[in-house]
């Protein structure tokens, strides 16, 4: 755990550059990083920091068991996987209507975006469930054992499915809900730096879009899912 904390604090100076920028001005900080293939290893190391700094987001009721320099390998590989594969699915929907741009623009794109969106769902995560267990932590830990073991609602027992209940309802997971709604509008808004770099019009981004998550996301699931399989995670 120091060990990884140390090579955090290496790069955060830089790292927190970036995320201020990210945060206020998403779409000409990644159209400037776009302009030439020098920043792929830029954006491949901000994802990196991203994983490793939302991994110390979570809290340890959340992770599998097992070590901690385990789970983050585990991450940083099934996002690798997860990264191709998306930059892949969004240039082939921007090609399908006409776009044209290398791969190595979609993929750092997608990179700086995964990473900032990581970073802000295990924060708002972190928040909203610190504030669920501080109400109630017995009844988190019920709620996260019922998810772990998959249990359906109907074979809970009466005290079991109260609890579950009141995690669900709680202000914490309907704040997290929001907030997610905002990362969702974030993620939206950087959309035109896809946009930009396949030199789409408005009418064409909007199909785009649509390919990419209505049509191809489905794909990119199966694969996120044959990543999980084949590094034992399910």
């Known amino acids: 755990m120091l060990d990884l904390v140390k090579t955090i604090a290496k790069f955060l100076p830089t790292y927190l550059t970036s995320v201020i920028a990210l945060l206020t001005r998403p779409k000409t900080y990644i159209d400037r990083r ?37 789970s983050l390998g585990t991450r940083l590989v099934v996002g690798l996987v997860m990264a191709f594969s998306a930059a892949a699915m969004i ?20 990179l700086y975006m995964s990473g900032m969106t990581a970073i802000l769902s295990s924060a708002l995560f972190f928040l909203a469930f610190g504030i669920a267990f501080a109400i109630d932590a017995e009844a988190v830990k019920q709620f996260v054992h019922l998810g772990r073991e998959n249990t359906p609602f109907a074979a809970m027992s009466k005290d079991e499915a109260r609890k579950f209940i009141q995690v669900v309802r709680s202000p914490a997971v309907i704040m997290l809900s929001v907030s997610n709604c905002f ?5 939206i808004a950087c959309w035109g730096s896809f946009r930009k770099i396949a030199r789409l019009s408005r009418t064409r981004s909007a199909i785009a879009f649509v390919l990419a998550f209505v049509v191809l996301a489905p794909i990119l699931g199966f694969v996120f899912a044959l990543a999980q399989r084949g590094l034992g995670l399910v």
Request: glycine share 6%; charged share 15%.
């Open 183 to 187: 990362i969702f509008a974030w993620f």
């Open 91 to 110: 240039a082939a929907a921007c090609r399908l209507v006409g776009g044209k741009a290398p791969f190595m623009q979609f993929l750092v794109t997608y």
């Open 34 to 70: 776009n302009r030439t293939n020098e920043y792929l290893e830029d954006s491949l190391l901000f994802a990196g920091v991203s994983a490793c700094i939302s991994l110390l987001l979570t809290p340890r009721l959340f992770l599998p068991d097992g070590d901690i320099i385990e």
